[in-house]
């Protein structure tokens, strides 16, 4: 069993930073891409950047040059760091990992897990 767990959200002004964190644990073979998306009030849930296991990265337009995707292959923790945060960054934040998992009987197929969000509110 995978688990992706997210921390580090909060309260922050406009033109302030955070940093989240996701750290993967449980029956892990290996780790693919990792990402963020986000999900703001009454809206679709929408892609936020994309570290690949060799360290490339994605952005969408709306956070590039503000945010910064990073990882620690050794604590399979993917990082997000935002900074000059605006009102229009409020959302719930998500984790995504593309992870081959395995079980008693073997390697799994790769697949998609999901963390449970955490929350980033930017407001004066």
């Known amino acids: 069993q995978v688990q992706l767990v997210e921390s580090g959200g909060g309260l922050v002004q406009p033109g302030g930073s955070l940093r989240l964190s996701c750290a993967a644990s449980g029956s892990i073979s290996v780790i693919n891409a990792m990402g963020w998306y986000r999900q703001a009030p009454g809206k679709e849930r929408e892609w936020v950047a994309t570290?690949?296991?060799?360290?490339?990265?994605n952005y969408a337009d709306s956070v590039k040059g503000r945010f910064t995707i990073f990882r620690d292959n050794a604590k399979n923790t993917v990082y997000l760091q935002m900074n000059s945060l605006k009102p229009e960054d409020t959302a719930v934040y998500y984790c995504n990992a593309h992870i081959v998992a395995y079980s008693a009987y073997g390697v799994l197929g790769a697949m998609d897990y999901w963390g449970k969000g955490t929350l980033v509110t930017v407001s004066s």
């Open positions: 570290i690949t296991s060799s360290g490339s990265t």
